[in-house]
């Protein structure tokens, strides 16, 4: 059980809370500022006159408020939590605070737990009983342990730490220690709120923004406590820290702050994509449900994919994929059009449907016309529970957290990287490839972040000079052969949907079978070259035939290739594997269209005449 970019908050305040607002409407208030991070479900915890208070439940926090009224939580000491869960139905039960058997810890967690089956494993046969089916839940568990061997609230907790693998922001409350919370943190973010009188901690800045702008950002591997008045804090490896000197006063709006301090949200997701990437990866290796759609597609007659927009563009690359990888066809059709493709359909097949919102009308349409025909429904989504994995036989999740930004961007990212692991599941299972073949493809996967991250650093630059010129353009090509093709109709659609310049895709070896006739002098032809030696040389014929009629060449390409004194305008990436392909070309293009638009004067995050999932036909 998974849940991703939560929201966390807690408040720690003297009796006589300066703020004149009881702790539990401070907690709540907060908790709505990280509404927008998207949840399904929320909770509280508090510690008063002796006794651990836990409200939760499955829902928005303004209908847990009229049912178990969040804010009316006792204490000065009192966590919250809302849950954005990215696997398994959101429901009460795992809905977070999480306690241990003595209801004396509360725990709210956000992140993975990569190995919680083992720890949940190690404390049943001590006699823990579990009570959710979360990751989350082995860590009020483990300190309960940890405290029966210690005596020691603290230590038991940093043990507990030092057993986890995999991302986290915790913060705990509890009976014994009933002035501190608890905090660690691994990856997921978490920061410290300094007031006169109380302190905060939290996964973002929004939720005490308007009580305090002092913060202390909290790193990796670092854990402590606050209480109302003070912080210990201390890298888990190397001891205490001076945070004094880590004090930042923040100057942002509390909008501002709901974009971590970015001017768009879809600047905001394209900078968050290694962790979207990291955390998607995580969640699927740890995931049993890949096991059975592997075994699904394997024992299919025919296999089809579907989707709309950027969803297809994952669907194209993934059929591709399973083409080039496992020498599998698979059929990819454009959701709105299943009524050309159902009834080729029949039991024994599989259909999958990629869809970030799991409510896009064309690909739920789709699904049912297939399941009419006794086709096996494989969803992958980005959202639990919604009505295409509802209605699918297996749903696979990416865990890149709500997208608020209208043009999917860290969606598509995580949508190819789950569909290349599903490949290259399958590949194994096979045996296509050998076991130190498949374990050399996964640590290629386990660098996506990385070089992600790379890119986003190498590449904005000359991609944020490229959009002034580019803003002055009235209509693109998009080219690409093989593996690049879906890559390049991806980044014509963003810049379509963002900066509404005409951006059309197509393989480039079809250039000269009519779309050539368009290309004039300074026509811009942009190229996503894969570092495919093969598609590279057929790819420089394509160049140099747009270059003799006048055409502006653009580049996405590897720094290492033969073809960057081809290109007006070469956009070099880090070097690595084809496989990387996706992630190393599209983040230039996701820059390349927000930067266009905002030179334009366009607001990226609302362009005009589309919604962010299209619900009716
Ligand atoms: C892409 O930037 C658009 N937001 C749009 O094409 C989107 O990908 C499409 O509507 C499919 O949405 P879904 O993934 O939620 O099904």
């Known amino acids: 059980?998974?849940?991703?970019?939560?929201?966390?908050?807690?408040?720690?305040?003297?009796?006589?809370?300066?703020?004149?607002?009881?702790?539990?409407?401070?907690?709540?208030?907060?908790?709505?500022?990280?509404?927008?991070?998207?949840?399904?479900?929320?909770?509280?915890?508090?510690?008063?006159?002796?006794?651990?208070?836990?409200?939760?439940?499955?829902?928005?926090?303004?209908?847990?408020?009229?049912?178990?009224?969040?804010?009316?939580?006792?204490?000065?000491?009192?966590?919250?939590?809302?849950?954005?869960?990215?696997?398994?139905?959101?429901?009460?039960?795992?809905?977070?605070?999480?306690?241990?058997?003595?209801?004396?810890?509360?725990?709210?967690?956000?992140?993975?737990?990569?190995?919680?089956?083992?720890?949940?494993?190690?404390?049943?046969?001590r006699g823990h009983v579990f009570e959710s089916d979360?990751?989350?839940?082995?860590?009020?568990?483990?300190?309960?342990?940890?405290?029966?061997?210690?005596?020691?609230?603290?230590?038991?907790?940093?043990?507990?730490?030092k057993m986890l693998k995999g991302s986290y922001a915790i913060a705990m409350v509890s009976t014994i220690e009933p002035d501190k919370i608890f905090f660690a943190r691994k990856d997921s973010p978490l920061v410290i709120g300094l007031g006169n009188g109380y302190n905060f901690v939290a996964s973002d800045i929004p939720a005490f923004l308007e009580y305090t702008n002092r913060v202390i950002i909290v790193y990796d591997d670092e854990i402590g406590y606050i209480t109302s008045t003070n912080v210990f804090l201390e890298n888990i490896g190397s001891g205490v820290v001076d945070w004094s000197k880590r004090v930042r006063v923040v100057e942002w709006s509390i909008e501002d702050a709901s974009k971590s301090g970015y001017p768009h949200y879809m600047l905001k997701e394209i900078m968050e994509q290694p962790r979207a990437l990291r955390d998607t990866l995580y969640g699927l290796l740890s995931d049993v449900v890949v096991d059975e759609a592997v075994s699904i597609l394997l024992n299919s007659r025919k296999v089809f994919i579907t989707a709309a927009g950027t969803s297809f563009h994952a669907s194209l690359y993934y059929s591709l994929l399973s083409s080039i990888l496992l020498g599998k066809p698979v059929i990819p059709f454009i959701a709105s059009e299943y009524m050309v493709y159902s009834p080729i359909a029949s039991s024994g097949d599989t259909l999958i449907v990629v869809s970030q919102s799991g409510e896009t009308i064309d690909s739920l349409m789709a699904l049912r016309a297939f399941k009419k025909k006794g086709v096996r429904v494989i969803a992958v989504s980005n959202v639990v529970d919604s009505a295409i994995p509802r209605e699918s036989d297996v749903a696979l999740y990416t865990r890149a957290g709500p997208e608020i930004g209208v043009a999917a961007t860290k969606t598509f990212t995580t949508q190819v990287l789950l569909l290349t692991f599903l490949?290259?599941?399958?590949?194994?299972?096979?045996?296509?490839?050998?076991?130190?073949?498949?374990?050399?493809?996964?640590?290629?996967?386990?660098?996506?972040?990385?070089?992600?991250?790379?890119?986003?650093?190498?590449?904005?630059?000359?991609?944020?000079?490229l959009a002034k010129w580019l803003s002055r353009?009235?209509?693109?090509?998009?080219?690409?052969?093989?593996?690049?093709?879906?890559?390049?109709?991806?980044?014509?659609?963003?810049?379509?949907?963002?900066?509404?310049?005409?951006?059309?895709?197509?393989?480039?070896?079809?250039?000269?079978?009519?779309?050539?006739?368009?290309?004039?002098?300074?026509?811009?032809?942009?190229?996503?070259?894969?570092?495919?030696?093969?598609?590279?040389?057929?790819?420089?014929?394509?160049?140099?035939?747009?270059?003799?009629?006048?055409?502006?060449?653009?580049?996405?390409?590897?720094?290492?290739?033969?073809?960057?004194?081809?290109?007006?305008?070469?956009?070099?990436?880090?070097?690595?594997h084809w496989l990387l392909t996706p992630f190393t070309h599209t983040i230039p293009l996701q820059l390349l269209a927000y930067y266009t638009a905002v030179v334009k004067g366009l607001d990226p995050d609302k362009p005009r005449n589309l919604a962010k999932t299209v619900t009716v036909e």
């Open 1 to 125: 059980m998974f849940h991703l970019v939560c929201g966390i908050i807690g408040f720690c305040t003297l009796s006589k809370t300066p703020l004149a607002q009881s702790p539990g409407s401070v907690l709540f208030k907060g908790l709505k500022r990280l509404e927008y991070r998207g949840y399904d479900s929320a909770g509280v915890a508090g510690v008063y006159q002796g006794k651990l208070i836990v409200l939760k439940g499955k829902g928005k926090l303004d209908e847990l408020e009229e049912k178990i009224r969040l804010s009316s939580v006792r204490g000065y000491t009192v966590i919250g939590h809302t849950r954005w869960a990215t696997h398994g139905i959101p429901n009460d039960v795992n809905a977070h605070p999480q306690t241990d058997c003595r209801n004396e810890i509360a725990v709210v967690h956000n992140g993975i737990i990569q190995n919680y089956r083992e720890l949940r494993q190690f404390l049943v046969e």
């Open 473 to 576: 353009k009235k209509s693109i090509y998009y080219l690409s052969r093989g593996i690049g093709l879906p890559i390049a109709m991806e980044g014509a659609l963003k810049l379509k949907e963002i900066a509404y310049i005409h951006a059309e895709s197509y393989p480039a070896g079809e250039s000269k079978h009519g779309p050539i006739a368009l290309v004039e002098k300074d026509f811009p032809v942009l190229f996503v070259i894969p570092p495919i030696d093969y598609l590279e040389e057929l790819l420089l014929g394509n160049i140099q035939e747009m270059k003799a009629r006048g055409a502006t060449i653009i580049c996405v390409l590897s720094e290492k290739s033969n073809l960057i004194d081809q290109c007006h305008y070469p956009i070099k990436t880090p070097h690595t």
């Open 423 to 465: 490949a290259l599941k399958q590949g194994s299972s096979i045996g296509r490839f050998s076991e130190s073949e498949y374990r050399e493809y996964i640590g290629l996967l386990k660098k996506v972040p990385e070089f992600s991250r790379e890119v986003l650093a190498s590449t904005e630059d000359i991609v944020k000079e």
């Open 134 to 161: 979360t990751d989350t839940e082995v860590i009020p568990h483990l300190v309960e342990e940890f405290y029966r061997e210690f005596n020691d609230l603290y230590t038991a907790f940093k043990q507990a730490i």
